[in-house]
T-cell receptor, first 109, second 114 residues
């Protein structure tokens, strides 16, 4: 069964304190690994798509990387506005995204 | 503005009273989907539609119905709601899910069934 597991469940950082979120997956025939951001009371918002091991994508203070078994979302010098839940997902047979349960990031000033 | 619109945003109802949550997108997307989000369980797909008149079950379809008569609309129907359907529901659409994985989500509909 295809699975997506995220860790940690929650992460508290001080402003400027860099860290990484992990997403491990067991999917036969990976068709893509996707990262989303979800703010409280809102729908998830698309961030990145990664297709092959070694691929990297960047957006402001966020960088996503992909290996054969996991993906990392690196957050460099985070600010309070980066506080959110970050979700990763994989593509299941082209009909659905399978989401992990997310990592809730809190950044305090 | 490109968007997915859901209504109602909040609803409290009673067991057995039929309800419909509407979803409309203005991006001419072929793919649409419904998810529910529950604490500890994450986002789970209920139904999806690859195009008009084409719908299929996701992981948790029991107790739900959908229809896709027009490209822009994808309503979720609860014929006889039960308390275990209390959840946060999201509608999403995509130009081409298999290719990009980029889903556009609505703001969510919080449903409470008493």
């Amino acid at each position: 069964e295809d699975q997506v597991t995220q860790s940690p469940e929650a992460l508290r950082l001080q402003e400027g304190e860099s860290s990484s979120l992990n997403c491990s997956y067991t999917v036969s025939g990976l068709r893509g690994l996707f990262w989303y951001r979800q703010d409280p009371g809102k729908g998830p918002e698309f961030l990145f798509t990664l297709y092959s091991a070694g691929e990297e994508k960047e957006k402001e203070r966020l960088k996503a990387t992909l290996t054969k078994k996991e993906s990392f979302l690196h957050i460099t010098a985070p600010k309070p506005e980066d506080s959110a839940t970050y979700l990763c997902a994989t593509n299941q047979a082209g009909t659905a995204l399978i989401f992990g349960k997310g990592t809730t990031l809190s950044v305090s000033s | 503005e490109a968007q997915v619109t859901q209504n109602p945003r909040y609803l409290i109802t009673v067991t057995g009273k039929k309800l419909t949550v509407t979803c409309s997108q203005n991006m001419n997307h072929e793919y649409m989907s419904w998810y529910r989000q529950d604490p500890g369980l994450g986002l789970r797909q209920i139904y999806y539609s690859m195009n008009v008149e084409v719908t299929d079950k996701g992981d948790v379809p029991e107790g739900y119905k959908v229809s896709r008569k027009e490209k822009r609309n994808f309503p979720l129907i609860l014929e006889s709601p039960s308390p275990n359907q209390t959840s946060l529901y999201f509608c999403a659409s995509s130009l081409g899910l298999p290719n990009t994985g980029e889903l556009f989500f609505g703001e969510g509909s919080r449903l409470t069934v008493l």
